[in-house]
């Protein structure tokens, strides 16, 4: 399983960004994906994920400073999901990392098997 993490950037305070993750040898019929995210002198953290379709599993957001501003979605034609971010603040400035494992989502990042490379979010003015 490959997982290409894209979108990254730098934005202003306030301003959107959409990341994707792009899944290779592994169909979202059957993977959840997780968004989790490393900001500067800061443990990763989990940000939100997305089960399978098989799961029937709606996106769960782990980190309450996010809820009502990142919505995870997925694109089953794509194989991708999308983490779109909105109202963005300096505090969410991080590396954002995909992740996947079978089935259903868990918070425990230990959990997931493979990890995509990273995206890079700056929020700054």
């Known amino acids: 399983v490959q997982l290409q993490a894209s979108g990254g950037g730098l934005v202003q305070p306030g301003e959107s960004l959409r990341l994707s993750c792009a899944a290779s040898?592994?169909?979202?019929?059957?993977?959840?994906i997780g968004w989790f995210r490393q900001a500067p002198g800061k443990e990763r953290e989990g940000v939100a994920c997305?089960?399978?379709?098989?799961?029937?599993?709606?996106?769960?957001y782990f980190a309450d400073s996010i809820k009502g501003r990142f919505t995870i979605s997925r694109d089953e034609a794509k194989n991708t999901i999308y983490l779109q971010m909105n109202a963005l603040k300096f505090e969410d400035t991080a590396i954002y990392y995909c992740a996947s494992r079978a089935l259903v989502c868990v918070s425990d990042e230990i959990e997931y098997e493979y990890w995509g490379q990273g995206t890079l979010v700056t929020v700054s003015s």
């Open positions: 997305i089960g399978s379709r098989a799961s029937r599993e709606d996106g769960t």
């Open positions: 040898g592994a169909t979202l019929d059957y993977t959840a």
